[in-house]
């Protein structure tokens, strides 16, 4: 059976179902806000600015140098912490600040005071290594990371987070809701009669419901035969009552 879209059934889709939506996304905010609070590992940045006083061509090349083994291997070994040369490598990030000498080591790390150590250590040992290995003495330190026990992670924004899952958990609600509709064979609709059994409808007769019966003429209500049948038999057993006490 062909199925008529349109805005009008759309609406009535989601009108229907709209439980369904609020369920859904409601669940999905709330699984986005436990990992975002207390499931997410927070991760901070820290950073140190040295001056490198070389050309554009040996620039590169000592840009390299902060992040080779020679230089990761010394740095966690005077940190004294176990971890490979290549992991804190991937750690550590170089950049250029406004296309100057000025050269900016970045540390990002689970440890907001960790980070601060590895940033300075590795700017005391690149000047070191420098001058040992490639003989180049104009590494100056401009500026040391500061060690901030309460730092901001970088990574951390639970408001973001909760408004990204709203947004999820609204459009898959919502797509989930009209993949239940299409699996849905019930007419909803005259239209859909018509369709089905190639015949013209008359009418239709909304829902009733035993309360809202009203005259729409005369704005009183319907009583229904059982009820009154319970009248009918009350009045005549009072009026027994009272024929047998006069």
């Known amino acids: 059976m062909e199925k008529e879209i349109n805005l009008k059934n759309l609406f009535a889709v989601i009108r229907r179902r709209k439980w369904v939506i609020i369920v859904v996304t409601l669940t999905i905010m709330l699984v986005g806000a436990i990992y975002s609070i207390f499931l ?12 490198i006083q070389a050309n554009n061509e040996s620039m590169n090349t000592l840009k390299v140098l902060v992040n080779e083994p020679v230089v990761m291997e ?5 940190l004294n912490i176990n971890r490979p040369a290549s992991a804190l490598s991937g ?6 600040v406004q296309g100057s000498q000025v050269v900016k080591i970045n540390v990002v790390d689970k440890d907001p005071v960790m980070a601060a150590k590895i940033a300075n250590v590795t700017a005391a040992v690149y000047k070191k290594e420098a001058a040992s290995i490639l003989n180049f003495n104009s590494v100056s330190i401009l500026t040391e990371a500061t060690e901030h026990k309460y730092s901001v992670p970088i990574n951390i924004n639970h408001i973001k987070t909760i408004m990204t899952a709203f947004i999820v958990g ?11 509709d ?16 190639d015949i013209p409808t008359l009418g239709s007769i909304s829902k009733i419901n035993e309360r809202s019966m009203i005259d729409k ?11 009154l049948g319970k009248w009918f038999s009350n009045t005549e057993e009072k009026e027994t009552k009272e024929r047998k006490k006069a």
């Open 217 to 227: 003429y005369s704005e009183k209500k319907f009583i229904s035969l059982g009820r």
């Open 40 to 51: 997410k590992t927070p991760v901070y940045t820290s950073s140190t600015r040295i001056l």
């Open 182 to 197: 299409s699996l849905d064979d019930t007419i909803k609709s005259e239209r859909a009669i018509e369709k089905l059994l």
């Open 170 to 180: 609204l459009l898959l609600s919502v797509g989930f809701v009209f993949l239940l």
């Open 91 to 96: 750690q550590i990030s170089t950049e250029n």
């Open 74 to 78: 010394k740095v966690a070994a005077e």
